[in-house]
């Protein structure tokens, strides 16, 4: 048996798993292809490095808000700093918004109480991130 | 980039629900509670017919703006 992972011709890891060595060629349909890996990797946190000879690198981390909690009246700010450019912002909860930050910084306030999801998406080369953030 | 988040107005609608008083009794209540609650209210209700209306019409009211609430988070 062998792991491996199928991935698209950008590097993005589509599905990891194990298989029979003979049948690791079977694993990609058409535009995909097929890599050996030392296990089952998550898509989330390993792209493939497709420059050259395909490569497994980790995909960098986010950056992390700098608190969870934050009062719901407008002025109080929630701050993500060095975000890469850019990076997609997707805002669920009693706000629902979606934007690109582009100058690296994300700060958020809120004018409602409630609990916001706040998903990163920066790309193939980092992982995406996803916080919640408790307005009271 | 700031962002000054504006909550959706059915959140707000949703929000106000929950501040009533009388919503949140009803939420934190079980089956069997609120059917006292509803017969407290029709035994506190003058005893015309036009106070049974009043309780009958706010209890409705009550419940369509629940529902209304709901379906526009559904859709």
Redesign the interface.
């Given at each position: 048996m062998i792991t491996f992972a199928v991935y698209s011709a950008a590097g993005a890891i589509l599905r990891s798993g194990v298989c029979p060595t003979s049948m690791i060629t079977l694993q990609a349909r058409a535009g995909e292809a097929v890599v050996e890996t030392g296990a089952v990797l998550d898509d989330r946190l390993w792209r493939v490095d497709v420059s050259g000879d395909p490569l497994i690198v980790a995909r960098t981390a986010l950056p992390a808000p700098s608190k969870t909690t934050a009062l719901a009246n407008g002025v109080d700010v929630v701050s993500w700093s060095g975000l890469p450019n850019p990076t997609l912002v997707i805002v669920s909860g009693p706000a629902a918004e979606s934007f690109s930050v582009t100058d690296g910084t994300l700060d958020l306030t809120f004018d409602l109480a409630g609990a916001y999801t706040v998903a990163l998406d920066a790309g193939l080369n980092h992982s995406p991130r996803r916080d919640v953030i408790n307005a009271t | 980039?700031?962002?000054?988040?504006?909550?959706?107005a059915d959140?707000?609608n949703l929000?106000a629900l929950r501040a009533d008083a009388d919503v949140q009794q009803l939420l934190d209540a079980s089956h069997a509670q609120i059917a006292a609650w509803v017969d407290a209210q029709v035994d506190a209700a003058p005893n015309t017919i036009a106070g049974l209306k009043a309780v009958i019409k706010r209890a409705l009211r009550l419940q369509l703006r629940l529902m209304v609430v709901v379906l526009r988070r559904m859709t």
């Amino acid at each position: 048996m062998i792991t491996f992972a199928v991935y698209s011709a950008a590097g993005a890891i589509l599905r990891s798993g194990v298989c029979p060595t003979s049948m690791i060629t079977l694993q990609a349909r058409a535009g995909e292809a097929v890599v050996e890996t030392g296990a089952v990797l998550d898509d989330r946190l390993w792209r493939v490095d497709v420059s050259g000879d395909p490569l497994i690198v980790a995909r960098t981390a986010l950056p992390a808000p700098s608190k969870t909690t934050a009062l719901a009246n407008g002025v109080d700010v929630v701050s993500w700093s060095g975000l890469p450019n850019p990076t997609l912002v997707i805002v669920s909860g009693p706000a629902a918004e979606s934007f690109s930050v582009t100058d690296g910084t994300l700060d958020l306030t809120f004018d409602l109480a409630g609990a916001y999801t706040v998903a990163l998406d920066a790309g193939l080369n980092h992982s995406p991130r996803r916080d919640v953030i408790n307005a009271t | 980039m700031r962002r000054d988040l504006t909550a959706r107005a059915d959140a707000r609608n949703l929000a106000a629900l929950r501040a009533d008083a009388d919503v949140q009794q009803l939420l934190d209540a079980s089956h069997a509670q609120i059917a006292a609650w509803v017969d407290a209210q029709v035994d506190a209700a003058p005893n015309t017919i036009a106070g049974l209306k009043a309780v009958i019409k706010r209890a409705l009211r009550l419940q369509l703006r629940l529902m209304v609430v709901v379906l526009r988070r559904m859709t």
